[in-house]
């Protein structure tokens, strides 16, 4: 799917003097760039907006100026679709959306646009718009609205644009192999408003069956649910370190706050973890997606009506490294949270990457809570500008498998066997019964994203036998690299091996590309 990510940036503090300009656009002339200034006239209406929906203190644009003589806005000329209701909070919401389109989206931004668009649509797919906003005090604002004219879906509602916010002061990401189910991690935390037992039911009931349509679709993804009630913050770093969940979910009270904001896992005595905290645990353990149904979770703290940067909990959890965050930008109602999450869960099952998954679950708080209320504004998804979002292996991606070398019936009487990276911090890959294949890009079971190696780089093969009446397990090694460049370590050192299947014996170290590259070592437990 092409992408085109932009990025906002204040000129000089204290002015309203901006640059708008394009970090990845699909065609090389794609990436343009334009200064602007910020519209006063934005500033009411986003004032507007805080003073209607907001249940925080109001959050300024214009630092240290002096606000223009308040006119009442120009809201006649907005007429909502068909459908939609013509009250004042639907004519400021499209007021604001469209505003916002018209300040993002001109000149050489709009002619980027319009070219990425063109080429999406001559490939037959969407367009994936990534928004970066470096200035702290417009991170708050609801970019999720834009709109590029009345009768025209926001940008976040649109069949041909999918949108999530990003940011480029991030380190890279190794590469993430789409897994072949939801295993989720559903924490509930302290909420005055939350019967815990019932909200867990709930939750868990919705994350893992989704709809009856989908329980019966044989594409549909399987789900794991574990709930942890008020854990303490020993207890949710001890559950996440013991299994691989994909997914951390949490339901309970949050404040946005410095470093991340925190969330509160139980009273008395208050037990609390803020985000920088958390973030440590979920990239060690490996954690795709955290979604947070808390307050705030996508709003910056402030100090005298002016955002901290860096400060909201997606925003620190996305620079720590978390590949994909979904947090709600204000308070949202527990039946408005329900019927994201059993619409985002069921699009998460059909194999959907997270951003279009969102697309159709605040779809469906449009068509139940309708346009005129701020619940489909409310989910605010940051992606890593590396991740595609693919959490679950579409069949289109999958390869197609050899048929086992097992013989029936003795499979569960033999040991497994792995391979483990000796970098530091390095996985461990269990290989498949039959054919594990080794290489560079992702139809591959283990991959390996360095230059060296090839894209179809070497197979480990298992076969079983008896000897005698005792079934036996073997493994080999084949390489298929295109310049013989798969090693195995011998007793005088790195031995070269090239279109060749030698024996594994558990222990040994094997390298795949260039001698100085990271090393890996075969296992076999219990040998």
């Not at 240290?64 to 209701?85: A, C, F, N, V, Y």
Request: with cysteine; hydrophobic share 40%.
């Amino acid at each position: 799917m092409p992408s085109l990510n932009l990025a906002i940036a204040r000129l000089s503090t204290g002015t309203d003097s901006f640059a708008i300009w394009v970090v990845n656009a699909p065609n090389p002339s794609g990436y343009v760039l334009r200064d602007c200034l910020w519209p006063p006239l934005l500033s009411q209406a986003w004032q507007e907006w805080q003073a209607m929906f907001s249940g925080h203190s109001r959050l300024d644009i214009s630092p240290g100026t002096t606000p223009p003589p308040k006119t009442p806005l120009p809201l006649d000329g907005m007429t909502p679709s068909i459908g939609h209701s013509t009250s004042y909070t639907s004519r400021l919401m499209q007021f604001l959306g469209i505003s916002l389109w018209s300040w993002v989206f001109d000149g050489a931004i709009l002619n980027s646009f319009e070219h990425s668009r063109g080429l999406a649509a001559g490939q037959h797919t969407r367009l994936r718009v990534r928004l970066e906003i470096r200035d702290p005090d417009l991170i708050a604002l609801p970019w999720e609205i834009m709109q590029r004219e009345a009768g025209q879906s926001a940008i976040s509602l649109s069949q041909q644009i999918v949108f999530s916010r990003t940011t480029s002061q991030v380190e890279s990401l190794p590469y993430l192999r789409a897994d072949q189910a939801l295993n989720i991690l559903l924490v509930l935390g302290q909420d005055e408003k939350l019967e815990l037992e019932k909200e867990a039911a709930i939750l868990e009931q919705t994350l893992s069956n989704g709809s009856l349509i989908g329980s019966h679709y044989s594409g549909y993804a399987p789900c794991m649910v574990t709930t942890l009630l008020q854990p303490t913050p020993q207890e949710l770093i001890q559950q996440l370190e013991t299994k691989a969940y994909n997914i951390l979910f949490y339901a309970g009270h949050g404040l946005p706050e410095p470093d991340g904001g925190l969330l509160f896992l139980r009273r008395k005595p208050d037990l609390t973890l803020n985000g920088m905290e958390l973030a440590q645990v979920l990239n060690r353990t490996g954690v795709k997606l955290a979604v947070f149904n808390s307050c705030w979770g996508a709003q910056p703290a402030q100090s005298n009506h002016q955002a901290i940067p860096y400060s909201s909990l997606s925003e620190v959890l996305i620079r720590q490294g978390v590949p994909a965050v979904l947090a709600m930008r204000d308070e949202i109602a527990d039946r408005e949270s329900h019927t994201f999450i059993q619409a985002f869960a069921h699009a998460l099952r059909a194999r959907k990457p997270i951003d279009e998954a969102v697309a159709e679950a605040r779809q469906q708080l449009l068509a139940v809570y309708k346009f005129n209320q701020p619940a489909w504004t409310l989910p605010v998804l940051y992606l890593h500008p590396d991740y595609n979002g693919d959490l679950i292996r579409s069949f289109d991606e999958s390869i197609t498998e050899l048929p086992e070398t097992s013989i029936p019936g003795i499979a569960s009487m033999l040991p497994n066997a792995s391979l483990r990276s000796l970098s530091p911090g390095g996985k461990t890959w269990s290989l498949r019964p039959g054919v594990t294949r080794i290489g560079r890009t992702t139809e591959n079971d283990i991959v390996i994203p360095e230059p060296s190696v090839s894209k179809r780089h070497a197979e480990i093969l298992s076969r079983n036998t008896f000897t005698g009446a005792t079934p036996v397990r073997t493994y080999y090694l084949q390489d298929l690299s295109t310049y013989g460049t798969t090693w195995i370590l011998r007793a005088n050192g790195w031995q070269q091996i090239h279109r060749q299947e030698v024996p594994l014996q558990s222990g040994m170290q094997l390298k795949f590309g260039s001698t100085k590259s990271q090393p890996w070592e075969f296992i076999v437990d219990n040998a």
